[in-house]
């Protein structure tokens, strides 16, 4: 059976980026990376794994509709049906949200509704909190808000450094979103 196709929309390192690519029975194939930076390391990940890149500053554009019609373009003539978004740091705008209602899924650093935004490690471990986590909920138009599908808790250790706590996260994160990315794309098969 042929699998479903999918986006990453990504501004940075791309570490989830290569998760996704280097995990054995992914439910979706990643046939394109979106990314808002021009420079960014995960263009070169996508580069080394062969996928399609599609890299835009979102500073060349009139406008954020602008811009999300450029963006809405690509992944409608990649034939994408699933978008998973992987530090992608930006909102994802009306355009493209009502087209991938229920399509797209994002991971955040915390445990939401705790410490959203930018830096949720860091805004984790200054609160002075024993407990951080991972989250993969699907978008809204708010920022890393939307239905939760998905939490694993992180301890923050006495004497953890930043670094070693964003280490633990990050490896959490490539267990869990791939996980979950097939249990919705399995489960939407299925209906
Ligand atoms: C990840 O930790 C992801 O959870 C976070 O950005 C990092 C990207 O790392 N996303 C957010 O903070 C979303 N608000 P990566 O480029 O190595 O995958």
């Known amino acids: 059976m042929t699998k479903p196709k999918a986006a990453v929309f990504a501004s940075g390192t791309g570490s989830n980026f290569e998760a996704m690519m280097t995990c054995e029975n ?10 808002d930076k021009p420079g960014a390391s995960v263009i070169e990940k996508a580069e080394c794994f062969g996928v399609q890149t ?4 979102p500073k060349d554009f009139d406008s954020k509709g602008d811009y999300e019609a450029n963006v809405l373009q690509s992944v409608l003539d990649a034939g994408v049906e699933w978008i998973f978004l ?3 740091m930006r909102l994802v705008g009306p355009t493209i949200l009502h087209t991938y209602e ?3 899924l994002n991971i955040h650093p915390s445990l939401l509704p705790a410490f959203p935004g930018k830096d949720a490690i860091n805004q984790a471990y200054l609160a002075g909190v024993h407990q951080t986590g991972v989250t993969v909920h699907y978008i809204d138009e708010g920022m890393d808000t939307g239905p939760i599908i998905a939490q694993e808790q992180v301890e923050i250790l006495p004497g953890d450094t930043i670094e070693a706590l964003k280490d633990r996260i990050q490896k959490v994160e490539h267990m869990l979103y791939p996980e979950v990315i097939n249990s919705v ?3 939407w098969l299925k209906a």
């Open 102 to 104: 229920e399509k797209i």
């Open 26 to 35: 992914l439910a979706c194939e990643i046939v394109l990376l979106v990314c």
């Open 54 to 57: 599609f890299v835009l500053n």
């Open 185 to 187: 794309v399995m489960e």
């Open 86 to 88: 992987a530090g992608y």
